[in-house]
């Protein structure tokens, strides 16, 4: 185990393009630390730097106590395991496995052991006189880690690794793959564009946008207290509603909607601001604890999902320009031809709701849970322990 430490990084390449600007990161010895954001962010980028696959430009980088940011690759004593599961398609799995090992002379006897170590530790014993070929994604996948794990590294990299897989198999190997790292204990930096993959496997989750970190934290910090509207936005499934709203005498007024607001959970100027409001802080007036402010709304769309239920409803607001924002949670087709000029809210309620499509649905929302941006920075109004302190 290692901790790595990077001071300063910049990456520029020779088209102008700045990739990764000015980053300041350390990451704690053991940890399992967790790079997030859109296409282009700059994450796997600074995962390259980190393995040596791709120069710095300026800043410098520590693994343990070692300045490694002129070291090759090889030399950085990691491990990594890409999206791209790079197995050799003519070896075994034993002999991909070990191969590592071989490159580096280590005594036969001692790449046996810790190959079938590993085949035990990841569930591949009756796999190990396969070839790839006859391999399913996922076993491919535990292969891919089991190489990267025999080599006992100071730390792993891995770049998107269940991308490839399909959804049920993903969930699967997240777990595999938290399990692993409480077994193992070994450093770990994880990079991906998938913000639940993020929040369900980091300790430790850095936000990041055009080359710069946004906001590091743990999972349930950035959900509770998002530093500014990127964050708010990229974080949380079904993502935030936003909407642009106005203060007034301790009221929020929104899409024609009217809600009271506490003294002590309210930004302190009155004015324009940006509110947001997650899907869960919405409920069905049926099922909803008393007291609550209500909302009246006409419900477009609804998906069931067993457990509950998603209630789409527009509201009479511009949509927030979330490209301007730099927000990329694209929406389908069908939600810009349902919006027809408004904007789509989404409620996580109840599954024993009736909401049906082109009914009136009455729904209470929390202030207590609202979260406002400054219209022009993006940032957040309410300080962090206030919002933490809501839930």
């Not at 006992?152 to 938290?178: C, G, H, I, W, Y």
């Not at 927000?327 to 309620?349: C, K, N, P």
Request: net charge negative; hydrophobic share 40%; charged share 25%.
């Amino acid at each position: 185990m290692a901790e790595i430490v990077l001071e300063g990084v910049e990456k520029v390449y020779a088209n102008g393009v700045r990739a990764v600007a000015d980053v300041d990161l350390t990451v704690q010895s053991g940890e399992f630390l967790v790079l997030v954001g859109p296409s282009g962010c700059g994450k796997s980028t600074l995962l390259r730097m980190v393995a040596g696959l791709e120069e710095v430009t300026s800043g410098s980088i520590h693994i343990g106590s070692r300045n490694v940011t002129e070291d090759r690759a090889g030399a950085r004593d990691i491990a990594m395991v890409f999206q791209s599961y790079a197995l050799y398609p003519h070896m075994t799995v034993r002999d991909n496995l070990g191969y590592g090992l071989r490159v580096r002379k280590t005594d036969r006897r001692d790449i046996r052991r810790r190959v079938d170590d590993v085949a035990k530790l990841l569930g591949l014993e009756e796999l190990l006189e396969r070839r790839p070929a006859a391999l399913s994604g996922g076993q491919r996948q535990r292969v891919a880690m089991g190489r990267a794990i025999v080599r006992e590294p100071q730390a792993f990299l891995m770049d998107e690794p269940l991308s490839n897989l399909d959804a049920k198999l993903r969930v699967t190997m997240r777990a595999e793959l938290s399990r692993l790292h409480e077994r193992l204990g070994v450093t770990t930096v994880y990079v991906t564009h998938d913000q639940v993959e993020a929040m369900t496997l980091g300790q430790r989750v850095v936000v990041m946008r055009d080359g710069r970190i946004q906001q590091l934290d743990t999972p349930q910090a950035l959900y509770r207290s998002p530093v500014n509207l990127f964050v708010a936005a990229f974080i949380g499934s079904p993502s935030m509603n936003l909407v642009e709203a106005d203060i007034r005498d301790s009221q929020v007024e929104f899409a024609g909607f009217r809600v009271p607001l506490d003294r002590e959970r309210r930004p302190a100027d009155d004015g324009p601001v940006l509110l947001g409001i997650r899907p869960e802080d919405f409920e069905d007036v049926a099922f909803s604890e008393p007291g609550l402010p209500t909302v009246d709304v006409e419900v477009a769309v609804v998906e069931e999902l067993g457990a509950e239920l998603h209630a789409i409803f527009g509201v009479d607001a511009e949509p927030i320009d979330v490209e301007a924002a730099g927000v990329a949670v694209g929406e389908g087709d069908e939600a810009r031809l349902l919006r027809e000029g408004g904007s789509l809210f989404t409620a996580r309620i109840d599954a024993r709701s009736g909401a049906q499509p082109g009914r009136r649905l009455q729904l209470t929302v929390n202030p207590q849970r609202f979260h406002f941006f400054d219209p022009d920075s993006g940032d957040a109004l309410l300080s962090a322990p206030a919002l933490a302190g809501a839930r």
